[in-house]
């Protein structure tokens, strides 16, 4: 007998437990804070319509039970809740394909049911929820826009320009960036910056448009407060009036939304040759090939995407829908214009996500640094930037090679380790 088949059995027993009052088991790696499991079990699955036991697990607890389900050929999870990158480690054949669940008319997110499948022509996993990074600006800066320029569809150019037009009126450079110790610099690099020039990240680290990728943001980094090597959190920054335009964690903006709704807006990143790259944070749900009851998994599925389910999981997680679906005016101010920022961005025709890192295991803080390293070579200490990509692109395909994980949206697909090209 198999480990994984041990632990099926082991697991059993558990199982009967939590699911003996239970017609669906709903095992998920997210909401996992107590208060988060309690609103989904008490704000959004209470009506259901049938019985539900939502258990949130860390991801090894997760796919452990999982993995054993299906060498078993039989188990007790009915529906499954994870992130992109945990779907995207399994066979699409191990899931079923949803393609045919009804849905009774939501509008789902194109952009994120396309990566939902995985590959395949099928539909193994359903878009769930989303969280992702934005901009904000004082409104005092909207004056200083580029004449013809839609807030809501930016270019990195009318970026650059409308940061110039502040600084030339109130010679201040009120560009915030969070390039501090704990600043999320790396994420805006590997989601924002370089999908948005290069349609990759990996595979086009150090390319010709990679180059150009990095000659832009210095030319944005010059009209930046050169406050922001401190930045960490954007919020503080903005309610100081220290910077008046900001890029950020819609969950690092949310105090200066909460404390002063009336005087900021958020918006979408700007958009560069390849498209409108952003970062979003993409959970799912699916059905394992081996639930115990179709129908009823089925059934849950759909619920999780009406509209009504969609917001009260807003208010459970702060993560936001992946349906075209309008807000309440109840939520908090920031929850509100982040959720109505991260809907047109994710939702615009030229949304090209770069995904959160797979498959780097203990490496992922290893990945990170070459994007800040990167960095602080080309745009804080000056260097050339062909002679920086080379040298840091072959420390990025050390990586690639030693943790072997495979390409992720938007560079192309890999068989092997994603390869630095």
Request: charged fraction near 20%; charge should be negative; proline fraction near 6%.
């Amino acid at each position: 007998m198999s480990f994984k088949m041990a632990l099926m059995g082991a697991t059993a027993a558990m199982a009967l437990a939590s699911t003996a009052q239970a017609d669906v088991l709903f095992w998920s790696t997210q909401a996992k804070p107590v208060e988060e499991t309690q609103a989904m079990r008490d704000q959004v699955l209470a009506g259901a319509g049938q019985k539900v036991d939502y258990q949130a697990n860390d991801g090894g607890p997760w796919l452990t039970r999982l993995q054993a389900e299906i060498e078993a050929g039989k188990g007790t999870i009915g529906v499954l809740g994870a992130l992109h990158g945990d779907f995207s480690a399994l066979k699409a054949e191990e899931l079923v394909d949803l393609s045919s669940v009804d849905l009774g008319g939501v509008k789902v997110n194109a952009t994120f049911a396309k990566l939902a499948k995985l590959g395949t022509d099928g539909q193994p996993y359903l878009p769930w929820m989303q969280a992702s990074y934005i901009m904000a600006a004082n409104k005092k800066a909207l004056a200083y826009l580029p004449a013809g320029a839609d807030i809501n569809a930016l270019s990195y150019d009318q970026l650059i320009e409308w940061t110039a037009n502040v600084e030339k009126e109130t010679g201040e450079k009120k560009f915030g960036f969070p390039a501090g110790p704990d600043g999320l610099k790396h994420r805006f690099f590997q989601g924002y910056l370089y999908p948005s020039y290069t349609n990759g990240v990996v595979r086009s680290f150090k390319s010709d448009a990679a180059v150009t990728a990095w000659e832009k943001f210095k030319e944005l980094w010059s009209h930046t407060n050169p406050g922001a090597t401190n930045y960490n959190f954007m919020q503080e920054q903005l309610l100081s009036e220290e910077v008046w335009i900001a890029f950020d964690h819609s969950s690092r903006l949310a105090n200066a939304f909460n404390e002063k709704p009336d005087e900021f807006v958020a918006f979408p990143a700007p958009a560069g040759p390849t498209g409108r790259g952003f970062m979003p944070v993409i959970a799912g749900i699916a059905i394992p090939k081996t639930a115990p009851d179709m129908e009823a998994s089925k059934a849950l599925i759909a619920y999780m995407m009406k509209p009504e389910t969609q917001i009260a999981t807003l208010r459970a997680t702060n993560f936001f829908p992946v349906i075209d679906v309008a807000l309440p005016d109840d939520l908090p101010p920031s929850v509100k214009a982040a959720g109505d920022a991260i809907a047109k961005m994710s939702g615009a025709p030229d949304a090209n996500p770069g995904l959160l890192p797979a498959g780097l295991g203990d490496q992922g803080g290893a990945f990170s640094k070459v994007y800040s390293d990167t960095f602080e070579r080309i745009v804080l200490a000056g260097q050339d930037i062909r002679t920086v990509l080379d040298d840091e692109g072959a420390i990025l395909n050390g990586i690639m090679q030693k943790t072997g994980a495979k390409c992720w949206a938007p560079d192309a697909p890999s068989e092997g380790a994603c390869p630095v090209e």
